[in-house]
């Protein structure tokens, strides 16, 4: 017997799609809401324990490094700027060691951990994040229509991987709707 789950996506930014099965058999996509405008969508994964991971080219700028403590600390870093997408991302080490997860970015040259530290930094350390692999990328769902994905075109293993979406006009008055089949 089938079991779904519904999601609505009410906002333009990166959103978790909430998967909690490993044996999906499809999702379906659906821009019923609202005017006819299409819905552009990005839909990806992203491992989640540090095995699966790039480096950033961003790094800690401190001479005395950073202790780990789970107190709100914000980090100075150099090397390539850091942007908004690091946003909600975990950062981690290049051995694949958890440094937490970036709550917001003050600038090119500071980003903030609110939850703390759970390793040491130390200056020049690269920072690396999970790599995405996407599923649809700049995909248009016209107004009125759907899109369906089969288990085939979007497997992958939702206890080490979390599934990300990005719309380009969501809103509470024109949601996307996300119905997995399990």
């Not at 950033?56 to 942007?83: F, H, K, M, P, R």
């Not at 060691?97 to 703390?116: K, M, P, Q, W, Y």
């Amino acid at each position: 017997m089938a079991d779904f789950s519904v999601q609505k996506i009410t906002s333009t930014a990166k959103t978790e799609v909430t998967t909690t099965n490993s044996d999906l058999k499809s999702v379906v996509f659906s821009n019923v809401h609202g005017s006819n405008t299409t819905m552009v969508i990005d839909l990806w994964v992203t491992e989640q324990y540090g095995s699966d991971i790039e480096d950033t080219g961003i790094n800690i700028n401190e001479a005395l490094g950073y202790s780990s403590g789970t107190d709100s600390v914000t980090v100075t870093v150099d090397g390539t700027a850091a942007t908004a997408d690091l946003v909600g991302e975990k950062i981690w080490k290049d051995d694949g060691t958890l440094i937490g997860t970036c709550t917001a970015r003050n600038s090119d040259t500071e980003i903030v951990f609110s939850g703390g530290l759970s390793q040491d930094v130390n200056n020049n350390d690269d920072l690396y994040i999970g790599i995405d692999h996407y599923f649809l990328n700049n995909v248009g769902i016209p107004g009125k229509s759907s899109l369906k994905l089969e288990e085939n075109e979007f497997s992958f293993p939702p206890d080490s991987y979390k599934m990300w979406i990005m719309c380009d006009v969501c809103s509470s008055g024109n949601p996307l709707d996300i119905t997995i089949r399990r």
